[in-house]
């Protein structure tokens, strides 16, 4: 690695360039993140014949984006286009030290809370250069939510102490009866393991195919609902909504209540104050989920929360995340944090934040078991 005058620290090549080679000579020791990368001085020797200082681009990410901007020729060739997304990636390293370089589908520059595509960047400064306020927004609002994602990643990683009560007898699911499925050419889809571990195409993420393929799940929703009336004390209500979907909502003498809109495609979940899930989560033929997938997942979820495994807690941060954690009895489960659901108002989260400060540590309790089953 060589050093630089116009970036305080040594220089990396572009993450992913030597992936290849990796692959034939496996490094002994993993590779830290690049905070600062080469191949930029092309567009330091057109900013030096363009009557600018470098060393003060480098520096002053604001004088940058207007030397961009500027100079909108820095698009019509691609090495210079190029040379001017690394000067800018590495520009933005120096404003937010704690970032660094990494490839996804292009080269971005973050942290886990926040990542900037340089090339779309570089490509919005010439053509929206009055997005320039809006970018300082975002750069001064980093190093918090950097601290919010502490907050988040540490609540992710909390050690599980509750106790869950489960029912006597275990779910037994009922048998899945699923039809055979056809493609284009009459050949058996085999969900579930269409891309043999390989990588789906691009169009596959877009395509929805057989998504009737889930309607046997119907059966397990209505298996799962029968067999927490039995072990529970919860009251199920029953309705069809407008659109023509059945609504479910158990409401447990303790504990948080479930809401379930079950349709022929998908079974949305409502649980507690602001927990939101949907299965499938995702129909679309690149995620290739199947009836036994979904089947899985709903399993997982409800019994959880009836035994006491279900835990939110809002609001995380500055940014007013949720964190929610599903936490099933064979000590497995899943966690997750974002934003809330949009659509939900802002006086019931306000709602929320004061129901979920009185659970202790955010775990909702368990549904109380019936004496006798019904």
């Known amino acids: 690695m060589t050093t630089s005058d116009l970036f305080p620290g040594t220089l990396a090549p572009m993450p992913g360039a030597t992936a290849s080679a990796t692959l034939i000579w496996p490094s002994v020791e993993s590779v830290a993140p690049a905070r600062f990368v080469e191949g930029f001085k092309p567009f330091a020797a057109f900013a030096r014949d363009s009557d600018a200082d470098p ?3 480098a520096t002053d990410l604001f004088a940058l984006w207007d030397f961009i901007a500027a100079h909108a020729e820095l698009l019509d060739a691609p090495e210079m286009t190029e040379a001017a997304s690394r000067f800018l990636g590495n520009a933005i390293a120096v404003a937010h030290p704690a970032a660094r370089w990494r490839m996804t589908s292009e080269p971005e520059v973050g942290t886990s809370a926040m990542s900037i595509p340089v090339a779309g960047v570089l490509r919005a400064i010439v053509e929206h250069p009055e997005q320039r306020e809006a970018f300082r927004e975002m750069l001064a609002s980093w190093p918090q939510a950097d601290r919010d994602d502490l907050e988040s990643s540490a ?3 909390h050690e599980v102490d509750v106790d869950l009560v489960v029912a006597p007898m275990a779910f ?5 009866a699923i039809p055979e499925f056809f493609d284009d050419d009459g050949r058996v889809i085999d969900y579930g393991s269409r891309w043999a571990g390989g990588s789906p195409p691009d169009d596959a993420y877009s395509r929805v195919s057989h998504p009737e393929r889930f309607a ?5 929703v209505d298996a799962l609902v029968e ?6 004390v919860v009251d199920v209500d029953r309705r069809v909504s407008e659109s023509g979907a059945r609504v479910m909502c158990l409401r447990p003498t303790t504990g948080a209540t479930i809401t379930l809109t079950v349709s022929a495609e998908s079974v949305d979940i409502e649980a507690g104050a602001l927990f939101r899930d ?3 989560v ?3 033929d690149a995620c290739d989920e199947t009836a036994e997938s979904v089947a899985d997942h709903l399993e997982q979820t409800l019994l959880a929360i009836a035994a006491g495994g279900l835990r939110e807690v809002f609001p995380v941060g500055q940014r007013r995340w949720l964190h929610t954690r ?8 899943r966690s997750s944090g974002g934003q809330p659901d949009p659509a939900i108002p802002a006086k019931r989260l306000d709602e929320a934040a004061d129901v979920l400060g009185r659970l202790p540590d955010g775990w909702w309790p368990a549904w109380t078991l019936r004496a006798e089953p019904v």
């Open 55 to 57: 060393a003060v681009l």
């Open 155 to 157: 609540l992710a990683h």
């Open 172 to 176: 037994a699911r009922p048998p899945l």
């Open 216 to 220: 046997p799940v119907l059966s397990v």
């Open 227 to 232: 067999h927490l009336a039995t072990w529970y």
């Open 278 to 280: 949907r299965a499938p």
């Open 282 to 284: 995702c129909t679309c």
């Open 326 to 333: 599903i936490h099933t009895p064979d000590g497995s489960g």
